[in-house]
């Protein structure tokens, strides 16, 4: 006799998890740049496609088909009985759900630079085979779980497996074209738009009380509904204390509140707090959603810094270190055995040993994966592909927004960062070194996909300053022809960037060669070059005029 109570809320708890995709794609596009924004879609997407595939065929019965130390069995297309006080199919549900979360936490990590293929094939082996076993380990019946290891919901068993997938694929990808200088110091490159990084992040908050509090995985008896509502408030209070404290620290150390960074934050709690929800006091929830700030603030930076790898979501910091962090911590704070509740040593030592076997698991296998993965059909795509974004050549659209523009790449000086001085301060110092100097204003409208190439190859012969403007409009084709669905799109404007530039030291036809040769490809929409006479320019700072005013040298 199946509880109608207890299948209800195995089954709410699948369909929260499986919305918290929705939150993943949110995030992973909003942090990352316009022209990859549907490429980072189709990837959410697909992962779970192809890992709920892979994992109705083969993964499942590796993770629960048996009861062996290391592996569980074959079952292929689930053919057994794992029904309780809930049917089979809300069961498997309910663990495809969450075998789709460590999944696609990846995709943030290796964003803007992988192929689609590649990450296809990743996908279908971390769901068919890698998370399966290690899972198997800990909720399957495994060596770990026999020796008392405890991961509630998924801290090590999902966040953690995708952390370590994600930092080796980030590794051995290669940093994303600019991300660092000569000298190997970071550059920030600011995803498109903070507004879905930000919807994404609440999604998943919300869809968290369903990823850990529907893993009680029933709703019968005082004790089960005691569980559940201990575990929502331990869950909300980890990641509240998590993103304040990262506000708090980066107020502190950037003289600001980096909203990204928070939006961080309230993840990092939101990880760390899944392995011992159920075990640990509102108190201990609270010091490890504080502990998991430190962690994913200067856990990313590490990342990025020191171990020059680019993770443009920090999917890194956030599911790799926080999870890991969360379940050594369980250890220290849970009620029942802690290392603060007289517990002593030897819980804490399990989920210690949980955390480095795991991580050595994914590490040598994801290692395995992504080396073969390399050496056949490649992982990382051309460096045309990379400055054109990937939307245009893995998908053939030219802009995931149609005819909305998408918020500038380029960063802006804060309006205080440079004091200002009082009138009489500004003297005007007039230089006319150079009478005579001929100026010109170069004007270039051309498709955004090719700013970047365009942008490196105006640094290569020392062009310092540029005006960028994001526009619309069509040439004498009146637009590109694209379809959707199948079906023609009337196109009439098309997002073009136009770039601004006045010269007098460099010659006027290197400019030109230079633009012609990073914009050409021979088809219809490389864009068109103005050229015109200046009269004057005169530098507001300083008051200089003319040739001195376009020259940057102190």
């Known amino acids: 006799?199946?509880?109608?109570?207890?299948?209800?809320?195995?089954?709410?708890?699948?369909?929260?998890?499986?919305?918290?995709?929705?939150?993943f794609a949110m995030v992973e596009t909003g942090f990352t740049r316009a022209k990859n924004a549907g490429n980072i879609i189709m990837k959410n997407l697909m992962d779970f496609c192809v890992g709920t595939l892979v994992f109705w065929l083969l993964g499942f019965g590796l993770m629960f088909a048996g009861d062996g130390p290391f592996i569980g069995g074959l079952d292929l297309f689930i053919q057994g009985d794992y029904s309780g006080a809930f049917p089979t199919s809300a069961f498997v549900i309910f663990q495809t759900v969450f075998c789709a979360t460590a999944a696609t936490i990846v995709s943030g990590a290796m964003a803007e630079r992988t192929k689609f293929s590649a990450y296809l094939v990743y996908s279908l082996i971390i769901s068919a085979v890698i998370y399966p076993i290690s899972g198997h380990w800990i909720w399957g019946g495994g060596w770990l779980s026999q020796l008392g290891f405890h991961d509630f919901a998924g801290s090590t068993a999902v966040h953690m497996v995708g952390g370590i997938a994600?930092?080796?694929?980030?590794?051995?990808?290669?940093?994303?074209?600019?991300?660092?200088?000569?000298?190997?110091?970071?550059?920030?490159?600011?995803?498109?738009?903070?507004?879905?990084?930000?919807?994404?992040?609440?999604?998943?908050?919300?869809?968290?009380?369903?990823f850990n509090g529907c893993s009680t995985i029933s709703m019968t008896g005082d004790d089960a509904i005691l569980s559940a509502s201990n575990i929502f408030v331990t869950t909300n209070i980890a990641a509240a204390t998590a993103a304040t404290a990262v506000m708090i620290i980066t107020w502190l150390r950037f003289r600001k509140p980096d909203v990204s960074m928070t939006l961080n934050g309230a993840l990092a709690g939101l990880v760390a707090i899944t392995a011992g929800c159920d075990l640990v006091s509102p108190?201990?929830?609270?010091?490890?959603?504080?502990?998991?700030?430190?962690?994913?603030?200067?856990?990313?930076?590490?990342?990025?810094?020191?171990?020059?790898?680019?993770?443009?979501?920090?999917?890194?910091?956030?599911?790799?270190?926080?999870?890991?962090?969360?379940?050594?911590?369980?250890?220290?704070?849970?009620?029942?055995?802690?290392?603060?509740?007289?517990?002593?040593?030897?819980?804490?030592?399990?989920?210690?040993?949980?955390?480095?076997?795991?991580?050595?698991?994914?590490?040598?296998?994801?290692?395995?994966?992504?080396?073969?993965?390399?050496?056949?059909?490649?992982?990382?795509?051309?460096?045309e592909e990379?400055?054109?974004?990937?939307?245009?050549?893995?998908?053939?659209?030219?802009?995931?927004?149609?005819?909305?523009?998408?918020?500038?790449?380029?960063?802006?000086?804060?309006?205080?960062?440079?004091?200002?001085?009082?009138?009489?301060?500004a003297i005007p110092v007039v230089n006319n070194s150079r009478p005579g100097s001929k100026m010109t204003k170069v004007v270039i409208v051309t498709r955004q996909s090719k700013f970047e190439a365009l942008k490196a190859a105006l640094d290569g012969i020392g062009i310092t300053g540029v005006t960028v403007t994001q526009v619309l409009g069509w040439g004498m084709q009146r637009g590109q022809q694209e379809y959707y669905r199948g079906v023609p799109v009337e196109t009439t404007l098309l997002p073009k960037v136009k770039v601004e530039i006045v010269i007098c030291k460099i010659p006027l036809d290197l400019l030109l060669s230079t633009?012609?040769?990073?914009?050409?490809?021979?088809?219809?929409?490389?864009?068109?070059?103005?050229?015109?006479?200046?009269e004057n320019v005169i530098k507001v700072r300083t008051g200089e005029e003319g040739y001195d005013a376009l020259q940057d040298e102190e």
């Not at 590794?171 to 000298?183: A, F, H, V």
């Not at 700030?293 to 790898?309: M, N, P, R, S």
């Not at 290392?339 to 002593?344: D, H, I, P």
Request: glycine residues 16%; aromatic residues 12%.
């Open 166 to 210: 994600a930092f080796i694929g980030a590794k051995m990808l290669g940093p994303r074209i600019g991300k660092y200088t000569k000298d190997g110091s970071s550059r920030a490159i600011p995803g498109h738009s903070l507004t879905l990084g930000a919807l994404g992040v609440f999604i998943l908050w919300f869809c968290w009380f369903g």
């Open 283 to 383: 108190i201990g929830a609270f010091f490890i959603g504080l502990i998991a700030a430190f962690v994913v603030v200067y856990g990313i930076e590490w990342i990025d810094k020191g171990l020059k790898v680019d993770d443009p979501v920090g999917a890194i910091g956030v599911h790799g270190l926080c999870g890991a962090t969360g379940t050594i911590l369980t250890g220290v704070f849970a009620l029942d055995g802690g290392l603060f509740y007289g517990g002593g040593f030897a819980f804490l030592g399990i989920q210690l040993l949980g955390v480095l076997s795991v991580a050595a698991w994914v590490g040598v296998t994801m290692t395995l994966v992504f080396l073969v993965i390399g050496k056949t059909i490649g992982l990382r795509v051309s460096r």
């Open 386 to 425: 990379e400055l054109d974004g990937l939307d245009i050549h893995e998908h053939g659209i030219a802009s995931s927004y149609a005819d909305f523009m998408p918020a500038s790449e380029a960063p802006f000086l804060a309006a205080n960062s440079i004091p200002v001085p009082t009138p009489q301060e």
């Open 1 to 23: 006799m199946f509880s109608a109570v207890d299948t209800i809320w195995v089954l709410v708890g699948a369909v929260l998890v499986f919305f918290m995709q929705a939150g």
């Open 515 to 534: 633009i012609k040769q990073a914009l050409y490809t021979g088809n219809i929409g490389d864009g068109k070059i103005f050229v015109y006479d200046v």
